[in-house]
């Protein structure tokens, strides 16, 4: 007689990026015994894939005044062919410092602001990624030191002839 048949195929671990609910089906694409089937749909919950922010600072330590390029690289960038998009906050304390729309990477996606105006001291600076439809909000801490400005030396030279005694040049500074 006629007998059936019956094969399993179990997929574990499936996370959809994004929110919302999927509707996932299987399908058995046939072989030359067994027409192709697809299954019935089952629902999905899709969560936003984890993200993790590094900021750094470049250079590693200045003086007051002096230009910094903060740096924020956002990882992972890349979910099931969707790439982060979103913007990335700098802070110190309660001022915003600026907030940057991220640029792709091939692995990463990074953000980066130029910055004069940290105090004396070690500061303490935050970047926050926005998170978007497929990627979660992640924030990264800095502890940057800002030493006092290196002060002005001004030289005061006499005037001289070649051939006269050695003289004396003054140096100071404030």
């Known amino acids: ?10 997929v574990n671990n499936i996370s959809p990026v994004g929110t919302g609910t999927h509707s996932v089906d299987a399908s058995y694409s046939g072989d030359g015994s067994h027409q192709p089937s697809t299954s019935g749909t089952i629902p999905l919950t899709a969560e936003p894939e984890p993200t993790t922010l590094t900021l750094t600072a470049n250079p590693a330590t200045s003086y007051y005044g002096q230009q910094i390029v903060l740096t924020a690289i956002i990882s992972p960038d890349i979910a099931q062919n969707h790439n982060a998009t979103g913007t990335v906050t700098f802070t110190f304390g309660n001022v915003t410092l600026g907030t940057v729309t991220i640029s792709d990477g091939a692995a990463t996606a990074v953000a980066t602001l130029n910055v004069t105006s940290l105090p004396i ?16 909000i992640s924030t990264g801490f800095l502890q940057y030191i800002i030493a006092p400005a290196a002060p002005p030396i001004t030289f005061t030279v006499p005037n001289h002839t070649f051939g006269d005694p050695p003289f004396t040049v003054l140096a100071t500074s404030s």
């Open 1 to 10: 007689g006629l007998g059936s048949q019956t094969a399993t195929a179990t």
């Open 121 to 136: 001291g070690t500061d303490s600076l935050t970047a926050t990624y926005s998170g978007d439809t497929n990627f979660a």
